[in-house]
């Protein structure tokens, strides 16, 4: 079978890069006039996640360092709901990973499983917050906001999210998810509300990021403005967020997936494949087959999402922890993200595999995409097929002209970026 030739597209994306973090954390900061609300000598347990996010360890450690020179006394703790495989061991894993350890952040990360209950929604489910949290002072969350892989809404993953699925830990998040197939997740921001009656929350930190994955804003959200602010971060980062700019493709192929990436490992909102309980959705850019051919080493074996997948490698099978996707998809309530779809030894038998399976299309005709993964986005290798889409469309530049797909001896792609 002759598999079609290629080419190196780039687009241009909303960029909106912030130039100094330093000075962008402690401006957020100032504007909180933290003395009037907290207290020199005050515990303070800052809520630190699992995702990639952009300059996450400079953030962290900025954040702290700007709460000890006011006398504050600030620790991390995890806030990771079941990711890490629900273990200490683990999540501190997950943050090593990201460049987040004590060395760096030069305070304590105290990682435990145990979470206290601090009261109960109307629908009858506890609230659980990790116990360290919930006994410190103050608390101080710090997120990414952006919409979410598995439900659309006013409020989707920031700052709401972490509060409460997050320092829910394995516990709070499994209840949360349980919960929400008959509630909606509406019900993070009303166990959002509780913890921010019941507790001091001082501030939350979201950070937006923009097209090309750099830090475009840090904004302090104070409580009293909490799910306002979020809303309308949200939009802004709806607007900044990248896509894949195509519609009908017959085979995307995915060189990798893990939960640096996306909470299930490649972010639907730009795959347009999604299977859920609480409901399944297609949409553009309309994909026929998903080859996802790795999983990222940072993602530390957790293959959460790779059920969305029609096909993939023996390798990256041979690399998953399925303790901890399993424990990641259950605790989500969505088991079919684990399921392991085929697998073969080698890229050529896993696009061959995709081409007997998109129909009457002639593998020159296909429309192929490759890209590195959901959140890079900036380039993409695309079929010939696509050529007309890629002339008519401002956005997008050939970089590199066609030339035949790349495989070494044993038949997986070459690094064509």
Same mark, same amino acid.
């Given at each position: 079978?002759?598999?079609?030739?290629? /080419?190196?597209?780039?687009?241009?994306?909303?960029?909106?890069?912030?130039?100094?973090?330093?000075?962008?954390?402690?401006?957020?900061?100032?504007?909180?006039?933290?003395?009037?609300?907290?207290?020199?000598?005050?515990? =303070?347990?800052?809520?630190?996640?699992?995702?990639?996010?952009?300059?996450?360890?400079?953030?962290?450690?900025?954040?702290?360092?700007?709460?000890?020179?006011?006398?504050?006394?600030?620790?991390?703790?995890?806030?990771?709901?079941?990711?890490?495989?629900?273990?200490?061991?683990?999540?501190?894993?997950?943050?090593?990973?990201?460049?987040?350890?004590?060395?760096?952040?030069?305070?304590?990360?105290?990682?435990?499983?145990?979470?206290?209950?601090?009261?109960?929604?109307?629908?009858?489910?506890?609230?659980?917050?990790?116990?360290?949290?919930?006994?410190?002072?103050?608390?101080?969350?710090?997120?990414?906001?952006?919409?979410?892989?598995?439900?659309?809404?006013?409020?989707?993953?920031?700052?709401?999210?972490?509060?409460?699925?997050?320092?829910?830990?394995?516990?709070? /998040?499994?209840?949360?998810?349980?919960?929400?197939?008959?509630?909606?997740?509406?019900?993070?921001?009303? /166990?959002?509300?509780?913890?921010?009656?019941?507790?001091?929350?001082?501030?939350?930190?979201? %950070?937006?990021?923009?097209?090309?994955?750099?830090?475009? +804003? %840090?904004?302090?959200?104070?409580?009293?403005?909490?799910?306002?602010?979020?809303?309308?971060?949200?939009?802004?980062? #709806?607007?900044?967020?990248?896509? %894949?700019?195509?519609?009908?493709?017959?085979?995307? @192929?995915?060189?990798? @997936?893990?939960?640096?990436?996306?909470?299930?490992?490649?972010?639907?909102?730009?795959?347009? +494949?999604?299977?859920?309980?609480?409901?399944?959705?297609?949409?553009?850019?309309? =994909?026929? #087959?998903?080859?996802?051919?790795?999983?990222?080493?940072?993602?530390?074996?957790?293959?959460?999402?790779?059920?969305?997948?029609?096909?993939?490698?023996?390798?990256?099978?041979?690399?998953?922890?399925?303790?901890?996707?399993?424990?990641?998809?259950?605790?989500?309530?969505?088991?079919?993200?684990?399921?392991?779809?085929?697998?073969?030894?080698?890229?050529?038998?896993? %696009?061959?595999?995709?081409?007997?399976?998109?129909?009457?299309?002639?593998?020159?005709?296909?429309?192929?995409?490759?890209?590195?993964?959901?959140?890079?986005?900036?380039?993409?290798?695309?079929?010939?097929?696509?050529?007309?889409?890629?002339?008519?469309?401002?956005?997008?530049? @050939?970089?590199?002209?066609?030339?035949?797909?790349?495989?070494?001896?044993?038949?997986?792609?070459?690094? +064509?970026?």
């Amino acid at each position: 079978m002759l598999f079609p030739e290629m /080419a190196l597209v780039r687009q241009k994306l909303h960029a909106e890069k912030l130039q100094n973090i330093p000075v962008a954390v402690e401006s957020a900061l100032e504007s909180l006039h933290l003395a009037s609300v907290a207290k020199p000598g005050e515990s =303070v347990a800052v809520a630190v996640g699992s995702r990639g996010v952009s300059h996450i360890p400079i953030i962290v450690s900025e954040c702290v360092k700007r709460l000890k020179d006011r006398g504050l006394k600030p620790f991390i703790v995890p806030a990771m709901g079941s990711h890490g495989g629900n273990t200490p061991e683990g999540e501190l894993s997950v943050l090593a990973m990201l460049g987040i350890d004590q060395s760096f952040v030069g305070v304590p990360i105290l990682a435990a499983e145990d979470v206290v209950e601090i009261g109960t929604l109307d629908i009858g489910i506890p609230i659980v917050l990790d116990r360290r949290a919930a006994e410190a002072d103050q608390i101080v969350v710090i997120n990414r906001v952006k919409p979410h892989t598995k439900f659309h809404g006013p409020i989707e993953s920031g700052l709401t999210k972490m509060l409460t699925v997050g320092l829910g830990k394995g516990q709070g /998040a499994a209840l949360y998810h349980r919960a929400a197939i008959q509630h909606t997740f509406g019900i993070l921001q009303d /166990a959002a509300r509780r913890i921010l009656e019941t507790r001091s929350v001082l501030f939350g930190l979201a %950070i937006l990021e923009d097209g090309y994955k750099d830090v475009s +804003r %840090i904004c302090a959200v104070r409580p009293g403005n909490w799910f306002e602010a979020e809303r309308t971060l949200l939009e802004q980062a #709806r607007f900044m967020m990248p896509c %894949i700019p195509f519609d009908l493709i017959d085979i995307l @192929i995915v060189d990798e @997936i893990g939960k640096d990436i996306s909470g299930i490992g490649m972010d639907s909102n730009a795959t347009g +494949r999604h299977r859920d309980i609480v409901g399944d959705f297609y949409t553009a850019p309309h =994909v026929k #087959r998903i080859f996802v051919r790795d999983l990222s080493p940072e993602s530390d074996g957790n293959g959460n999402g790779i059920g969305l997948a029609d096909v993939t490698t023996r390798r990256l099978v041979d690399a998953l922890d399925l303790k901890k996707t399993y424990t990641n998809a259950l605790t989500a309530i969505s088991p079919e993200k684990a399921a392991i779809p085929m697998y073969f030894e080698s890229d050529h038998e896993c %696009i061959q595999t995709c081409l007997n399976t998109i129909g009457m299309v002639k593998p020159e005709a296909a429309r192929i995409i490759r890209i590195k993964n959901t959140a890079t986005l900036e380039t993409l290798l695309v079929s010939r097929a696509i050529e007309g889409d890629v002339i008519s469309n401002p956005d997008l530049e @050939i970089v590199r002209s066609w030339e035949p797909m790349a495989f070494d001896d044993t038949g997986n792609l070459r690094d +064509r970026w």
